[in-house]
């Protein structure tokens, strides 16, 4: 069984542009979730779906992210207008039934 | 709200030592707690978990134990490798099932 997939693995900005970061979950699993993980600390979850609705974006920057997952598969999440503070590794998750949750390799976005 | 605090930023050691690492945790229910490894490159992957019912969990020769008294979950491991050298969270799943991670534990084992 295929794990969670995300691409690009890496990205290189200017303060200013816009990205986007994809996110294949296992198939089947109904829960998705996106992080950010700024260097030498701990994954901070910024929104999550079941299937296509969100279930929290508490701690989505809201002026300059979005994420959406439009038939409860695939998502992504897309930054508008890029700052230094954003330069971090963007983890996406996914889960079914249980508590655990299954993490993809990451996209690591440097924003000069 | 819920936190976890990871106290110890870096551990080295060499092979063949025992591996203490510290976690407290602060929530109003009662959650069941992580330990997810990260390797460089790759995302967490889950270690071992714990719940209210069974106190304590193994892995790999990892072990950790849920102390309700003390609200800590300290990993532990008799004899590390240099394989085990990764940096290590502590977590704890909420009931909808966000987690919440500590600042996590590098660990560097010289051969």
């Known amino acids: 069984e295929a794990g969670v997939t995300q691409s690009p693995r890496y990205a290189v900005l200017q303060e200013g542009q816009a990205v986007s970061f994809w996110c294949d979950p296992i198939?089947?699993?109904?829960?998705l979730y996106w992080y950010q993980q700024p260097r030498d600390q701990g994954p901070q979850l910024l929104v999550y779906?079941?299937?296509?609705?969100?279930?929290?974006n508490s701690q989505l920057p809201s002026d300059r992210f979005s994420a959406v997952r439009p038939k409860g598969t695939n998502s992504t999440l897309k930054i508008q207008s890029a700052k230094q503070g954003d330069t971090a590794t963007y983890l996406c998750?996914?889960?079914?039934?249980?508590?655990?949750?299954?993490f993809g390799p990451g996209t690591r976005l440097l924003v000069l | 709200g819920d936190s976890v605090t990871q106290k110890q930023g870096q551990v080295t050691l060499s092979e063949d030592d025992f591996l203490f690492i510290n976690c407290t945790y602060s929530?109003?229910?009662?959650?069941?707690l992580l330990w997810y490894v990260q390797y460089p490159g790759q995302g967490p992957q889950l270690l071992l978990k714990?719940?209210?019912?069974?106190n304590k969990g193994i892995s790999r020769g990892f072990e950790a134990t849920y102390d309700k008294g003390t609200t800590s979950f300290h990993l532990q491991k008799a004899s590390v490798q240099e394989s085990d050298s990764a940096v290590y969270f502590c977590?704890?799943?909420?009931?909808?099932?966000?987690?919440?991670f500590g600042s996590g534990t590098r660990l560097l084992v010289s051969p």
């Open positions: 998750a996914s889960r079914t039934g249980g508590d655990t949750q299954y």
């Open positions: 198939s089947g699993h109904d829960t």
């Open positions: 779906f079941r299937d296509e609705a969100v279930i929290d």
């Open positions: 929530t109003t229910t009662y959650p069941t």
């Open positions: 714990v719940t209210t019912a069974n």
């Open positions: 977590a704890l799943v909420d009931p909808r099932y966000k987690v919440v």
